[in-house]
């Protein structure tokens, strides 16, 4: 059975960082890519970053480049989000997600591809 879970999250001052984990069981990160998403109150879902299996290339969207890094240890399971210069509209539910095909562009693929998700972790910036 596959499980994502995420953590990391909280209240962070704007400008400041917040580096959050997915860490998975059931299913080895490195044969299948990872993305994260968020969704904020009365907002679509955003794709924010993803990341493909093995050696695959990361993706940022323009909307967050320069601010977010992905990264995973396979020794751990564990996919990381840093984000830095966090901004009050950054305030979101942030999901990460999988899928069982072992994409390795991920950029190429949307959400509906993702059928495992996390329950997500909240992220406030408020100061």
């Known amino acids: 059975q596959v499980q994502l879970v995420e953590s990391g999250g909280g209240l962070v001052q704007p400008g400041g960082s917040l580096r959050l984990s997915c860490a998975a069981s059931?299913?080895?990160?490195?044969?299948?890519?990872i993305l994260w998403f968020r969704q904020a109150p009365g907002k679509e879902r955003e794709i924010i970053s993803c990341?493909?299996?093995?050696?695959?290339?990361?993706y940022i969207p323009d909307s967050v480049k320069g601010r977010i890094t992905i990264s995973k240890d396979n020794a751990k399971n564990t996919v990381y989000l840093q984000m830095n210069s966090l901004k009050p509209e950054d305030t979101a539910v942030y999901h990460c997600?999988?899928?069982?095909?072992?994409?390795?562009?991920?950029?190429?693929?949307?959400?509906?591809?993702?059928?495992?998700w996390g329950q997500g972790t909240q992220v406030t910036v408020s100061s």
């Open positions: 997600a999988t899928e069982f095909h072992g994409f390795y562009y991920c950029s190429a693929y949307e959400l509906k591809d993702y059928p495992y």
């Open positions: 990341i493909g299996r093995g050696d695959g290339p990361a």
């Open positions: 059931g299913i080895s990160l490195d044969a299948y890519s």
